[in-house]
């Protein structure tokens, strides 16, 4: 089982490479059949990330000591369900555990019939995050991507919620809504965060056409840094 998952991390990589290589020529040319090619490749990784946390639950379970994340991380002395809890305990299990989350969610209806029964509805900003910032007031929540269709309730969250924030990230600069850049300029300046989507949009691009928006020169430190760095605590 250690083996199996040392080769599906393997392809993965692999996979990853393709995905990323294929996606970005898909966005710049367009051509349906690279688009086509870049979705499968989210399935696929999507399978191999899971038969790669499946490995390491296997060997956690077993005490599998023959494999370093085992032995660093638990014990044949500790209860089953935090041997389990072992998977995230170390960079190395957390990493893999989000890749496959998020491969997951990267790959859940799209392009299926009816969405494979996944319904939209449930990503909008109210009331999802809505509801979620109101019955949790100290939880910090950053909205990740703006969120099309539903940027105008995105914006009336975060100005509604003060434990509400959001990033630019997902989104070239030239695409971002106008209606959001105009928030981003007055009400929101100072809850409002940076967020590239590297590898997908370059940090180099997503810099080089944020300087063409038309964002005041006083806002512009405060969402490539200055919020961030008051929401995550970081000494100046």
Sequence with gaps: MTILGQLALGLGFLLAIWGTVVGAIAGHTGRLELVQSARRTVYALFGVMAVATLALIVALLNNDFNVEYVWQYTSRELPTVYTLAALYAGQAGSLLFWAFVLTGFAAAGAGLPGGAGLKLKHAAPIPGIDD?????????????????????????????????????????????????????????????????????????????????????????????????????????
């Design 132 to 236: 979620v910032a109101a019955d949790f007031p100290d939880l910090t929540i950053i909205m990740a991507h703006p969120a099309w269709p539903w940027v105008e309730e995105q914006i009336a969250v975060a100005l509604h919620k003060p434990n509400v924030y959001l990033d630019l990230s997902g989104w070239a600069p030239k695409f971002i809504p106008e209606q959001l850049i105009g928030e981003t300029n007055t009400r929101l300046r100072d809850k409002v965060l940076f967020g590239s989507d590297f590898p997908y949009m370059p940090a180099d691009r997503w810099l080089r056409e944020w300087e063409e928006l038309p964002i005041r020169e006083e806002v512009r430190p405060k969402v490539l840094l200055e919020n961030a760095r008051r929401l995550l605590g970081l000494p100046e």
